[in-house]
């Protein structure tokens, strides 16, 4: 099957069931997602769906952007999905502190069962004003870490700025 232009994808919320950002609010994942692309095309013998051009995925306040993303599923489940771009995008809120998240690399990797996010080359991650860059970064928000540079299997040094506490205004 193949679709064109900017395709709004509702009905793909059935293919797309149980999947969900894991890792933003809780009320996120009782939202439908939401896929907007150029094209699509789904070989469901291999579980593959590919989007590309102009990719956007919602689903609460979760928002993504890249040129090309993959959702792959197994037994009616999502289990990963990969986007690229130059770059891919993200942001969400957070649960804990409703602070909005925002990260960029050329490739991100989300495993749901692990509420893990793989950001892959030129990868940058901001959160309160704080920022993180590596060419690996791992963000798991389930247990609140994040890996960069060796710890999650980089080869570049780290660079963190860290926003000295009372500069930044009150929303």
């Known amino acids: 099957m193949y679709l064109t232009r900017s395709v709004r994808l509702i009905w793909m919320?059935?293919?797309?069931?149980?999947c969900s950002?894991?890792?933003?609010?809780?009320?996120?994942?009782?939202?439908p997602m939401e896929?907007?692309?150029?094209?699509?095309?789904?070989?469901?013998?291999?579980?593959?769906?590919?989007y590309e051009g102009h990719v956007e995925i919602t689903q609460g306040s979760?928002?993504?952007w890249a040129d090309r993303v993959w959702i792959y599923r197994h037994q009616g489940k999502t289990e990963k999905i990969i986007s690229e771009g130059t770059p891919t995008r993200f942001q969400q809120l957070l649960e804990v502190d409703g602070e909005l998240?925002?990260?960029?690399?050329?490739?991100?990797?989300?495993?749901?069962?692990?509420?893990?996010?793989?950001m892959i080359d030129q990868a940058r991650l901001e959160q309160a004003g704080n920022q993180f860059g590596n060419d690996r970064i791992l963000?798991?928000?389930?247990s609140a870490q994040v890996k960069a540079g060796s710890s999650?299997?980089?080869?570049?040094?780290?660079?963190?700025v860290i926003e000295p506490q009372g500069t930044r205004e009150a929303p």
């Open 35 to 50: 896929l907007a692309a150029d094209s699509l095309s789904i070989d469901e013998s291999k579980g593959v769906s590919l």
């Open 21 to 31: 950002v894991a890792w933003g609010l809780e009320s996120d994942r009782e939202q």
């Open 139 to 142: 963000y798991n928000r389930g």
């Open 13 to 18: 919320l059935s293919l797309l069931a149980g």
């Open 152 to 160: 999650a299997q980089g080869k570049e040094r780290v660079q963190v």
């Open 101 to 118: 998240v925002k990260g960029q690399a050329l490739r991100m990797e989300i495993e749901l069962g692990r509420n893990e996010l793989l």
């Open 62 to 64: 979760f928002r993504m």
